[in-house]
C-alpha cells in the first residue's frame, strides 16, 4: 500500500510529543506492504524540522528530547567529535535520563521557546540568560496565562538538566518576573469548580450491573468493567488518587478475615515515602467492599499477601486474545486509559454527571462525615495533615446542613410569639 505524506506526518506528531508549531515533512513515498516493511522504511527516512523557517535535518532515530542532539549534552560534544564511534553509546544513554510525563509537561513551553530563539538569533539549546530575560518578556506581551508563568522556569530548568550544564544561565530575574506575574493573574482566575461527588446510590449501580448482574445469569463480570469498578471502590473507601492505586500489587493487600488491610508503598500525603495503610472492614453484603475484594482475586488468580508478586498489578493491562480479554499482570494501566475506561462505563450504565477522578474522594468524604464522624477521624483515615483537607472534599447535603442548622441554641421556648 502507499503510505501517504499526510498519514505519516500525523504517525510521527502523535509519537513525538513535540509542541504543535513542529512541521515534518518526508523527503519521498515509499512503497510499504509489511509491518516491518514500514519500521524499515521509517528507519531510512529523514525528517526536516522546519521551525519559523528554519530547519534542522535530523535522522528518525535520532530525535532527542526537548528537540536537542546528544552531541549538545555539556562534555559529550568533545567525545563524540574526536571518538565519532560513540555517538550512538551516548544516545542510548541519555534518550531516557527524563521521565516521558516531564517532556510532555514543558514541550508546549520549549516548543515556542525554540522557534523564539531563531527567530531572534538566539542559540538553542545553549540558550544564554538574555535570550531567557526576553522570553520572559515576550511571554507578557503575548498575554501568557497562569500555568505558562508557572511552569516557565521549570521548563527552562528540564532544558538544562538534559544539556548537563554545570552552571545554569537561568537569572534569578526569571523567578521574581514568574512570581510577579503570577500574583496578577491569580486575581483575574475564576475559582476553581469543585467536582461533583459520586454518591452511593451510583457506587451501588455500579456494582450490581458489573458484578452481580452477570452472576446472576452465570457469568464472570467484564475483565476491564471489574478493573475499573474496584479502582472506584478503592477510591471511594480509602479517599486513595490514581498514583497510589496504579502502583498496588497483590503483595500489598492483605486478608485479615474481618478486614482488608491496603498498603500503599507511595503517597502524596506521605511525605517520606515509607507507606501507608488504609483499611476495608467487612461488613457483609453484596456492596461490601471485602467482599469485591476477595471477587476480584477469585476471578483473576491474586494471591494476596507478602507471598504475593510484586509485578502483579491490580491496575493490569489487558490484551485481546482471539477475542477474549486475557490480564496482562506485569503491566499497570495509564491514566489516561484508566480515565477513559471510566468515562465508559458511567456513561453505559446511565451515569453521565461530569464526574472526575476527585469525584469518588469527594463521594466518599461526604458520605463519612454526614455519618457522624469528626474532622479529626475524617484527617486520620484519609491519611491528611491537617483539618482543612477533608474541607476540601465535603459537599454536604442540604439534609446535612439542615441537621446542623437543628443544632443552633433556641432563643425561646415560647410556642407563639407576637
Known amino acids: 500500500m502507499l503510505f501517504t505524506q499526510f498519514l505519516y506526518n500525523l504517525y510521527l506528531f502523535s509519537n513525538s510529543k513535540m509542541s504543535e508549531r513542529l512541521i515534518l515533512t518526508v523527503e519521498n513515498e515509499v512503497e510499504i506492504e509489511t509491518q516491518d516493511d514500514l519500521r524499515e522504511g521509517m528507519e531510512d527516512l529523514q525528517l526536516q524540522a522546519a521551525e519559523n523557517g528554519v530547519g534542522t535535518l535530523i535522522g528518525a532515530r535520532r530525535f532527542q528530547p526537548h528537540g536537542i542532539d546528544v552531541s549538545q549534552i555539556e562534555g559529550v560534544g568533545e567525545i563524540i567529535e574526536d571518538r565519532p564511534q560513540y555517538y550512538d553509546a551516548f544516545r542510548t544513554i541519555f534518550s531516557g535520563h527524563l521521565a516521558q510525563s516531564t517532556h510532555l509537561a514543558y514541550d ?5 521557546f525554540r522557534i523564539f530563539c531563531h527567530a531572534n538569533d538566539f542559540e538553542y539549546p545553549l540558550f544564554s540568560s538574555r535570550a531567557a530575560l526576553q522570553f520572559l518578556g515576550w511571554s507578557v506581551l503575548q498575554e501568557k496565562g497562569f500555568s505558562w508563568f508557572k511552569k516557565m522556569k521549570p521548563a527552562l530548568a528540564s532544558l538544562e538538566t538534559s544539556l548537563g550544564r554545570s552552571e545554569s544561565q537561568i537569572p534569578p530575574t526569571i523567578s521574581a518576573g514568574c512570581s510577579a506575574m503570577m500574583r496578577k493573574l491569580a486575581a483575574k482566575k475564576p475559582p476553581p469548580k469543585k467536582c461533583v461527588p459520586f454518591g452511593e446510590p451510583e457506587l451501588r449501580t455500579l456494582i450490581n450491573a458489573i458484578v452481580w448482574e452477570p452472576k446472576a445469569r452465570g457469568q464472570n463480570p467484564s475483565p476491564t468493567e471489574f478493573r475499573a469498578l474496584l479502582r472506584i471502590v478503592t477510591y471511594f473507601f480509602t479517599w486513595s488518587r490514581y498514583s497510589d492505586y496504579s502502583l498496588l500489587t497483590e503483595a500489598d493487600i492483605e486478608d485479615r478475615g474481618d478486614h482488608i488491610r491496603i498498603n500503599f508503598v507511595r503517597t502524596k500525603q506521605d511525605q517520606f515515602y515509607q507507606g501507608t495503610k488504609s483499611y476495608l472492614p467487612l461488613v457483609g453484603g453484596k456492596f461490601c467492599p471485602v467482599t469485591l475484594y476477595r471477587l ?11 507471598q504475593g508478586s510484586r509485578m ?12 477474549i480479554i486475557k490480564p496482562k499482570y506485569h503491566k499497570s494501566l495509564s491514566y489516561g486509559a484508566a480515565m477513559n475506561g471510566m468515562k465508559e462505563i458511567l456513561a453505559k450504565y446511565g451515569i453521565r454527571k461530569a464526574y472526575t477522578e476527585n469525584s469518588f474522594k469527594a463521594g466518599g468524604v461526604t458520605a463519612y462525615i454526614e455519618n457522624g464522624n469528626s474532622l479529626e477521624a475524617t484527617m486520620i483515615h484519609g491519611r491528611w495533615r491537617g483539618l482543612q483537607t477533608p474541607l476540601y472534599y465535603l459537599r454536604g447535603t442540604d439534609q446535612y446542613r439542615l441537621n446542623l442548622a437543628r443544632n443552633i441554641p433556641k432563643i425561646s421556648d415560647a410556642q407563639f410569639e407576637i
Request: with cysteine; hydrophobic share 40%.
Open 108 to 112: 508546549w513551553i520549549l516548543g515556542p
Open 312 to 323: 502483579k498489578y491490580l491496575n493490569f493491562m489487558v490484551y485481546n486474545c482471539n477475542g
Open 296 to 306: 476480584y482475586a477469585q476471578q483473576f488468580h491474586f494471591n494476596f499477601g507478602p
